[in-house]
T-cell receptor, first 110, second 121 residues
Framework: QTVVTQESSLSVSPGGTVTLTCGLR?????????PSWYQQTPGQAPRTLIF???KRSSAVPDRFSGSILENKAALTITGAQADDECDYYC??????????FGGGTKVTVL | QVQLVQSGSELKKPGASVKVSCKAS????????INWVRQAPGQGLQWMGW????????KYAPGLTGRFVFSLDTSVSTAYLEISSLESEDTAVYYC??????????????WGQGSLITVSS
């Protein structure tokens, strides 16, 4: 069974920078996994922030960026704001029409 | 604009069945696949599978039991998720998503608002 790993929680100061990562328990993440990132505030449906490693979805501010760092997908929030405090999930495409999500990272802005 | 509108919350007893609908608008329904994702209370996202809206062929996540069935009614641009023999562990919010694949990019570019299914006696 494929396991996608994410930090359970991270904190960042207002205006600061934080990087979330998305890895595989077995293996390295590359762009061939079409890494994607989703933001979810409490009680709301998730929304897509980043797809295909580094492409921002419609209306996503440029303080969110995606990349590959040291064999993991990464989401960097630059200039964190109070309303960035929520849950973030990554998704990886495993091929054959199959996707897997990570367990999510709770980001606190304090 | 692209919209996915899902059916409302439902309370079901164990052993019953439920059918969640996902009505698409603002685009050609058969041009994009529909994926299903669920989220149990306080838990993360679980990808359940997808259905090819052009052929009607579904693909289920490994380990997803036969109690889950994806279907379509293309005449009304609607995808369905039916769950039979409901168990308490099926209590979750179920989301439908549109997947766009073009020019080598893959994106879930539209999410439904979610349908809360509660299974309780």
């Amino acid at each position: 069974q494929t396991v996608v790993t994410q930090e359970s929680s991270l904190s960042v100061s207002p205006g600061g920078t934080v990087t979330l990562t998305c890895g595989l328990r077995s293996g390295s993440v590359s762009s061939s996994y079409y890494p994607s990132w989703y933001q979810q505030t409490p009680g709301q449906a998730p929304r897509t922030l980043i797809f295909s490693t580094d492409k921002r979805s419609s209306a996503v501010p440029d303080r969110f960026s995606g990349s590959i760092l040291e064999n993991k997908a990464a989401l960097t929030i630059t200039g964190a704001q109070a309303d960035d405090e929520c849950d973030y999930y990554c998704g990886l495409y495993m091929g054959g029409g199959i996707w897997v999500f990570g367990g999510g990272t709770k980001v606190t802005v304090l | 604009q692209v919209q996915l509108v899902q059916s409302g919350s439902e309370l079901k007893k164990p052993g019953a069945s439920v059918k969640v609908s996902c009505k698409a608008s603002g685009y050609i329904f058969t041009s994009f696949s529909i994926n299903w994702v669920r989220q149990a209370p306080g838990q993360g996202l679980q990808w359940m599978g997808w259905i090819n809206t052009n052929t009607g062929v579904p693909k289920y996540a490994p380990g997803l039991t036969g109690r889950f069935v994806f279907s379509l009614d293309t005449s009304v641009s609607t995808a369905y998720l039916e769950i039979s023999s409901l168990e308490s562990e099926d209590t979750a919010v179920y989301y439908c998503l549109r997947e766009r694949y073009s020019y080598g990019q893959r994106e879930f570019d539209s999410w439904g608002q979610g349908s809360l299914i509660t299974v309780s006696s």
